[in-house]
C-alpha cells in the first residue's frame, strides 16, 4: 500500500518531468506528424535547412528577450533595436562605404549601448519596463525612419562585400551557419545564468527585487546589465539580418517582436519551468519553427501564421505564470 505522504512526492515528480520535458517531446512529436503527413517534402534535408536558416534570426532574438525576462523585467524595444540595426549597417555599407568589419562591431556597440540606456530608464528613471522600452523602442523606430526617410536601403550594382553576406550565406557541416551561431549563443547564456553566480543574481533579483537589495546583490547594476546584453544581442541579430535581406527594410523589426516574446516566454515553460532559461527558449523556438514550417507546406493563408503566433503566446503566458505558481507551492510544501 502507498504511503500518503509519498503520493504528493510522486505527483510533484511527475509533475516536473510533464513540465520540463512536455515542449521537447511535443517537439518530435509535430516533426513526426508533419513527416508522416508530408513525407516528400518535410521531413528532408532542404526542409530542415531552410528552417534551420529562416528561424534563425528570430532564434537570436528570442534568446536576448530571455534575459531580461529573467530579471523579472520585459524589453519591447528589441524588435525595433533589431530594425534599426540593420538599417545602420545597411546605411554605412551602402552610403559610409565602411569596411564590412568595423561596421559590424559599431552596430552591435552601438545595440549594446541602446540596450544599456534602456536599463538606465528601467532602473534609474523608474519608469515600468514596458512602458519604458516600449518608449524607446517608439524612439528607435523614429531613427529608422529618419535614417532611411521611409524608403529602401538598397545597394548598388556591385551589391554587397561577399565576406559580409557569406555571415548568413556559408553552411557548415552542411548547414547553415547561422544555426551555429544560435547554439553557439545558447551555450553562452546557459552557462552564464546556470553555471555562473551572475545567472543566479539575475534569478534572485527575478523573483524578489528586494530581498536581493537586502542580501547586498546590486539589482540596478545587474538588470542595466541584462538589458545591455539584450540589446548587444538584438544588434548582432540586426548585422546578420542585413547580410540576410541584403536591402534594408524600415518596417521590418516589428514583425519579429511577437515571435521572440513567443519563444521567450514558451521557453519558461521548458527544461527549467517557471523561470526562463536559454535551453528551454531554444526548445521554444525549434516547436515553433516546426509548427510553423508545417502549416505553411499544408498550405495554411497567411493570415495564420500571425494567429498562430498569438495564441502561443496567450499559452505561453498562461503556462509561464502557472508554472511559476505550481513552483512556489511546491517549495511551500503546499
Known sequence: MTSPDRRPTARHRI????????????TVLL??????TLPDTFPTLD???AVLSNQSIPAMLALGATIPIATGKFDLSIGYGLGL???????????????????CLVVVLGGAAVGAANGAVVEFARIDSFIATLGTGSIMYAFTGWITGGARIVPGPGGLPAGFTALYDSRFLGLPVSAFYVLALTAVL??????????RYLYVIGSNTRAADLVGIPSRRYVTGAFTASGLVAGLAGVLLAAQQ???????????????????????TAIRP?????????????????GLAGIGQLGARFWVTPMFNGATLLIAVGLAGYAARRQLRHGAGL
Open 274 to 290: 517557471g523561470r526562463a532559461n536559454a535551453l528551454g527558449t531554444l526548445v521554444a523556438v525549434t516547436v515553433l519553427a516546426v
Open 31 to 36: 516533426f513526426a506528424a508533419f513527416s508522416l
Open 85 to 103: 540595426a540593420h538599417v545602420v549597417m545597411m546605411q554605412l555599407l551602402v552610403a559610409g562605404h565602411w569596411p564590412w568589419p568595423a561596421a
Open 246 to 268: 541584403q536591402t534594408g527594410n524600415p518596417s521590418v523589426g516589428m514583425d519579429y517582436l511577437l515571435p521572440a516574446f513567443v519563444g521567450a516566454l514558451l521557453g519558461s
Open 190 to 199: 546557459w552557462l552564464l545564468l546556470e553555471r555562473l553566480p551572475l545567472g
Open 15 to 26: 509533475g516536473h518531468l510533464v513540465g520540463a520535458y512536455g515542449l521537447p517531446a511535443l
Open 47 to 49: 526542409n530542415i535547412s
